[in-house]
């Protein structure tokens, strides 16, 4: 059984030792820099990305709930709205008390708990075995699929081009045939998948966005009906 072992507000830094007898000046910039989270390109990409929904299992105060996961605490954010409500099943029944409710994040925050070593990322179990992993892979430790279409582009907020990247295949593929449909001219189009962090790896570095992040209709519908219902709390993430 995983051990349920901290509540606590989910900060970058917040598991950070108070200090090792260095200046922090000195520890600062001995600290290994991320080519993501860390690069001059980042906040604008992470508002975007923040427009897409992740789900954790939070406490009354809206602090996620964290596991032990080799002796070191860790929570747990969804991509997939459903394993998500899984999971607070089974978290209530085994700490009924804690009143835990489900919660959405940004995924730009969520990624960068995940890359700060805070969080662990969960992709869908559809999503990882339509970009090739095994049936029943567990997705635990796997990188979060997109899927695009590289000859399909919509307009973007500037009026310029951008490829649409979805974290659902099924969608994806929705969306080509939508594509086709609407141009008896069209070719075959074919669906290709890449990894979130290859992306953003892509975006950091540009001064503008090519690409454009679309959200699961079921995350959206569960984020309407959680605010319709006003019964829920924001997730604390400063």
Not at 14 to 37: C, H, L
Not at 88 to 108: H, I, Q, R, S, Y
Not at 140 to 150: I, K, R, S, T
Request: aromatic fraction near 4%; charge should be negative.
């Amino acid at each position: 059984m995983r051990s349920l072992i901290l509540l606590a507000a989910l900060r970058v830094g917040a598991f950070t030792p108070s200090g090792d007898g260095r200046p922090p000046s000195r520890q600062r910039a001995e600290a290994k820099q991320d080519a993501i989270v860390d690069a001059s390109g980042w906040p604008r990409v992470k508002a975007m990305l923040d427009r897409l929904p992740v789900f954790t299992v939070a406490n009354e105060q809206g602090q996620p709930i964290q596991y032990e996961a080799s002796g070191k605490p860790l929570a747990l954010l969804y991509a997939d709205v459903d394993a998500a409500k899984n999971e607070l099943l089974t978290a209530k029944m085994e700490n009924p008390e804690m009143g835990l409710d489900l919660v959405p994040m940004g995924l730009g925050e969520a990624f960068q708990l995940h890359r700060k070593g805070m969080a662990v990322l969960i992709p869908a179990q559809a999503s990882l075995e339509a970009a090739g992993a095994p049936k029943g892979a567990s997705p635990l430790g796997q990188e979060l699929p997109l899927f695009a279409c590289m000859e399909m582009a919509v307009q973007g907020e500037d009026g310029k081009p951008v490829l649409p990247l979805f974290l659902d295949r099924a969608e994806a593929q929705q969306a080509v045939e939508d594509a086709m449909a609407a141009d008896a001219e069209s070719t075959k189009l074919e669906i290709v998948g890449l990894s979130l962090h290859k992306a953003l790896e892509q975006l950091v570095s540009q001064q503008s966005s090519a690409f454009s992040f679309v959200p699961p209709p079921p995350s959206l519908a569960h984020i309407q009906s959680y605010l319709e219902n006003s019964g829920g709390v924001g997730t604390k993430t400063s």
